[in-house]
T-cell receptor, first 113, second 114 residues
Framework: SQQGEEDPQALSIQEGENATMNCSYKTSINNLQWYRQNSGRGLVHLILIRSNEREKHSGRLRVTLDTSKKSSSLLITASRAADTASYFCATVISSGSARQLTFGSGTQLTVLP | DAGVIQSPRHEVTEMGQEVTLRCKPI?????LFWYRQTMMRGLELLIY????????DSGMPEDRFSAKMPNASFSTLKIQPSEPRDSAVYFC????????????FGPGTRLTVL
């Protein structure tokens, strides 16, 4: 089963509104990353939050991490039509030098102009 | 930097044929990852290399799949013989020689097996 599971599976909002996506995972992690995928394209890294961090900002993005609940959230403020994409959380487990990411199933965000 | 380069971008082949997908990672990156993405199964890690050495191939679905990395700037994923259920988008990604780092994805190869 997927290490990370996003919620909701699909989200539709108006331009200018905020979008919040959630991710839950099962095992202890070293860090959690969020990626964006535009239709027909590869994934693009957005932000990385380490297990000892609780909140991180990057432009209009805000990520929180609650390791006690094994969950993370991605907030996109003042959304734009160009933010329409699929958003994936990915976890890196705490295991030696393992570098592989385990991706969730993604949230499809649609921002209506 | 050109980013991760994959070829071909699209491949249509008939069942039973051999398919070879190619990837050139970003220069200086020492980890390379092959993923498969389908609607049903999402994004799955197939195999990854560190310093050209395969580290974990547990995601390779069957013996029909094989991957090589003969040098730091080139990797191939081969399917022989191909089957219709192999139809998917295959992504290659690379990352810098720092553990737990972000990955940079290529544009993907859309494979259709008829």
């Amino acid at each position: 089963s997927q290490q990370g599971e996003e919620d909701p599976q699909a989200l539709s909002i108006q331009e200018g509104e905020n979008a919040t996506m959630n991710c839950s995972y099962k095992t202890s992690i070293n860090n959690l990353q969020w990626y964006r995928q535009n239709s027909g394209r590869g994934l693009v890294h957005l932000i990385l939050i380490r297990s000892n961090e609780r909140e991180k900002h990057s432009g209009r993005l805000r990520v929180t991490l609650d390791t006690s609940k094994k969950s993370s959230s991605l907030l996109i403020t003042a959304s734009r039509a160009a933010d329409t994409a699929s958003y994936f959380c990915a976890t890196v487990i705490s295991s030696g030098s393992a570098r592989q990411l385990t991706f969730g199933s993604g949230t499809q965000l649609t921002v209506l102009p | 930097d050109a980013g991760v380069i994959q070829s071909p971008r699209h491949e249509v082949t008939e069942m039973g044929q051999e398919v070879t997908l190619r990837c050139k990672p970003i220069s200086g990156h020492n980890s390379l990852f092959w993923y498969r993405q389908t609607m049903m199964r999402g994004l799955e890690l197939l195999i990854y290399f560190n310093n050209n050495v395969p580290i974990d191939d547990s995601g390779m679905p069957e013996d029909r799949f094989s991957a090589k990395m003969p040098n730091a700037s080139f990797s191939t994923l081969k399917i022989q013989p191909s089957e219709p259920r192999d139809s998917a988008v295959y992504f290659c990604a690379s990352s810098r020689p720092v553990a737990y780092n972000e990955q940079f994805f290529g544009p993907g190869t859309r494979l259709t097996v008829l």
